[in-house]
């Protein structure tokens, strides 16, 4: 199972309409998934929900931050130039840092995320985003795998061997290689995880959805003008080429 070049390629805009989609689900569904996950808990009638639910809010904030955290160690290897470029780059094999434990640490940090920014959702918008977003992530380091493997051969199947797909091994899996991490380009590419994750953090507090999109809106604001700026030097670093 791997995704097709379209859908690597324009993976920001399908990740983007998955959301778009799920949160719109709360037309038909009502119910917020976290509502529902609260009345299960505690009961229907029970003066706990409230701190039920930001408890909820909490460990899904603890969720979206871990996933933060996993996708900047990689990011600090892989660097996020690549990481948010739309061509698949093939021709490094990175087997440091987080790629020790797992071939593909930023979509296991995303799919563990995507569980936290789920919860946001009515309950039909939970599932439907926890399985449509697994789903691509999976096509998705499955493309990577085979191109992986098509440019590296049998030094990237070796690593294959050695070091899970998706779901990590406590203990590293191949020796450090001795790269060095650049973690502060990983934290600015990453920021817009970083916001995402102190917008959960004020929701689990003040249960205001207004303050909740409000910094949404700012982070979405940020990403999409850190990818105008990407592809501009990306243009710009070709025409010099």
Same mark, same amino acid.
């Given at each position: 199972? +791997?995704?097709?070049?379209?859908e690597? =390629?324009?993976?920001?805009l399908?990740? @983007?309409?998955?959301?778009?989609?799920?949160?719109?689900?709360y037309?038909?569904?009502?119910?917020? #998934?976290?509502? %529902? !996950?609260?009345r299960?808990?505690v009961?229907a009638?029970? &003066?706990?929900q409230?701190?039920t /639910?930001? !408890?909820i $809010? %909490?460990f899904?904030?603890?969720?979206?931050a *871990?996933g933060?955290? $996993?996708r900047?160690?990689?990011a600090?290897?892989?660097q996020s130039?690549?990481?948010?470029?739309? +061509?698949?780059?093939?021709?490094?094999?990175?087997?440091?840092?987080?790629?020790?434990?797992v071939?593909h640490?930023l979509?296991?940090?995303s799919?563990?995320?995507?569980i936290?920014?789920a919860?946001? #959702?009515?309950?039909?918008?939970? *599932?439907f985003i !926890?399985? !449509?977003?697994?789903?691509?992530y999976?096509r998705?380091?499955g493309r990577?795998?085979?191109?992986?493997? #098509?440019?590296?051969?049998? =030094?990237?199947?070796?690593f294959? =061997?050695r070091? &899970?797909r998706?779901?990590?091994?406590?203990? &590293?899996r $191949? &020796?450090?290689?001795?790269?060095?991490?650049r973690?502060g380009?990983?934290? @600015?590419?990453? #920021?817009f995880m970083?916001?995402?994750?102190?917008a959960?953090?004020?929701?689990?507090?003040?249960?205001?959805?207004?303050l909740?999109?409000?910094?949404i809106?700012?982070?979405v $604001?940020?990403? *999409? /003008?850190?990818?105008?700026?990407h592809?501009?030097?990306?243009?710009k670093?070709?025409?010099?080429?």
């Amino acid at each position: 199972m +791997k995704a097709t070049q379209f859908e690597f =390629r324009y993976r920001a805009l399908l990740i @983007g309409l998955i959301y778009g989609a799920g949160y719109w689900l709360y037309a038909a569904d009502h119910v917020s #998934a976290i509502a %529902a !996950l609260s009345r299960w808990i505690v009961g229907a009638n029970s &003066p706990q929900q409230i701190i039920t /639910a930001k !408890l909820i $809010v %909490a460990f899904a904030t603890a969720l979206v931050a *871990f996933g933060a955290f $996993v996708r900047t160690w990689g990011a600090a290897y892989l660097q996020s130039s690549v990481v948010h470029d739309a +061509k698949l780059h093939s021709a490094e094999l990175v087997a440091d840092g987080p790629y020790r434990h797992v071939r593909h640490p930023l979509y296991f940090g995303s799919i563990v995320a995507n569980i936290g920014f789920a919860l946001m #959702a009515s309950r039909t918008g939970f *599932f439907f985003i !926890l399985v !449509l977003m697994t789903l691509l992530y999976l096509r998705l380091a499955g493309r990577e795998d085979k191109e992986l493997e #098509a440019s590296q051969g049998e =030094r990237y199947r070796e690593f294959a =061997r050695r070091v &899970p797909r998706l779901w990590p091994s406590l203990k &590293p899996r $191949v &020796p450090a290689t001795g790269a060095k991490p650049r973690w502060g380009q990983a934290f @600015g590419g990453e #920021a817009f995880m970083w916001a995402f994750t102190a917008a959960l953090a004020v929701f689990a507090i003040s249960l205001s959805l207004k303050l909740l999109w409000c910094v949404i809106g700012a982070a979405v $604001v940020f990403l *999409f /003008a850190e990818t105008i700026v990407h592809n501009r030097r990306r243009k710009k670093e070709a025409a010099a080429a």
